[in-house]
């Protein structure tokens, strides 16, 4: 039995213990344990919804593509070609590490009103524009930046590298959660409306189409109202209302294996619909499912900036799309204090194209269609 088919064989029962285990350990830490502190990091039944993502996208999004040694040349083959998904490939995992590793070993922020809007060590601001004190030197009516705070502090006095890492954190968690919910909800629509056909495939479409037509600013303003402003209600929201792109995807490629050789034998040598679909199908179509959900992640993040941006997101929540707002709002102009908005919109602006970049270079290098 070759590697592949013998990874295809052992995915589902596997990643089903895994998925066990990780949910039993979740269900101790919140009911009995009350947390794991991980350096700064109090994990939260969000941290393990995080944690289940990962294992959702690594087995049926990662593994599939790295079991199939033909796809996984292709993929690399294609990367080397284009500089510019390495690049965007290279600065996810830094905003992976960053958005987990970082942020657990570094302090938790401080409110520190008597520094706020701080210049980074390399910029000053007129010491009128300060609330209080210069943490650096002062000459000329103008406070320079110090190595206390390398790229200075907003409004409140916290340290702008927190607030990064604490916004490319929200970012992280709103990327994969969603994505986790987006790829399975897509490989199970997809592929059985594609395979089947007929009434199953109709009323799948159309269930599709509703979903695209829901407003989901219009429904998260509805649930913010019965359930309070959460990160959680906004990962839900997307993911379960994002899917349908994807779905027609796999859909597409369903329908195409199901007039395949392998298919048709597989039926003929008795296998029923359960059978082929498990063993044949869903494996091949999964390698389609993760590339096309991830062309859809800067749509999430631009989104969810956006909701923070418009003060719908819970205040105390450092996400980049508050840090913008924080930096463009209160008295001191934007242009003197820049920093606070300038940095957290890069930060979000090479994730989003990263993104897109690398969402790109899936497709093109594993979208049968293309091939």
Not at 114 to 140: E, F
Not at 293 to 315: D, M, N
Request: hydrophobic content about 55%; overall charge negative; charged content about 15%.
């Amino acid at each position: 039995m070759s590697p592949s088919l013998d990874w295809r064989r052992r995915r589902v029962p596997l990643s089903i213990v895994v998925l066990a285990v990780v949910a039993a350990l979740a269900l101790y830490d919140t009911q009995v344990n009350d947390g794991y502190t991980v350096g700064t990091w109090l994990m939260s039944p969000l941290d393990w919804l995080f944690v289940l993502a990962n294992v959702v996208l690594l087995f049926y999004g990662v593994l599939p593509i790295l079991a199939d040694r033909e796809r996984a040349a292709t993929l690399w083959q294609r990367f080397r070609e284009k500089p510019e998904a390495i690049a965007g490939a290279a600065w996810l995992a830094a905003v992976y590490l960053l958005g987990t590793v970082g942020l657990a070993l570094v302090p938790a922020p401080k409110l520190d009103f008597l520094h706020g809007n701080q210049p980074p060590i390399w910029g000053s601001i007129p010491t009128d524009q300060l609330p209080h004190n210069c943490a650096g030197p002062v000459a000329d009516g103008m406070c320079h930046g110090s190595w206390q705070y390398p790229l200075g502090t907003d409004i409140n006095g916290y340290a702008m590298e927190i607030l990064l890492l604490q916004g490319l954190h929200v970012t992280l968690y709103v990327a994969v959660i969603a994505l986790a919910l987006i790829v399975p909800l897509a490989l199970i629509v997809g592929t059985v409306a594609g395979y089947h056909g007929g009434l199953i495939d109709n009323a799948s479409m159309r269930a599709v189409e509703v979903q695209d037509a829901v407003p989901p600013l219009v429904m998260y303003l509805l649930l913010i109202w019965i359930t309070g402003e959460s990160l959680l209600v906004i990962i839900l929201l997307f993911g379960f209302l994002g899917w349908g792109g994807a779905a027609r995807v796999v859909r597409s490629e369903a329908r195409r294996l199901r007039e395949t050789e392998f298919v048709q034998a597989a039926k003929v040598l008795g296998g029923d619909d359960r059978h082929v679909l498990r063993k044949h199908v869903l494996p091949a179509v999964s390698v389609v499912a993760i590339p096309t959900a991830t062309q859809q992640a800067p749509v999430l993040l631009l989104t969810e900036a956006g909701l923070a941006f418009l003060g719908l997101e819970a205040f105390d929540l450092q996400s980049l799309g508050n840090v913008i707002a924080r930096g463009l709002g209160g008295e001191v102009p934007m242009t003197t204090k820049w920093w606070v908005s300038v940095f957290p919109a890069a930060a979000l602006a090479a994730t989003v194209v990263s993104f897109k970049l690398v969402g790109d270079a899936l497709v093109e290098a594993l979208d049968p269609r293309l091939g």
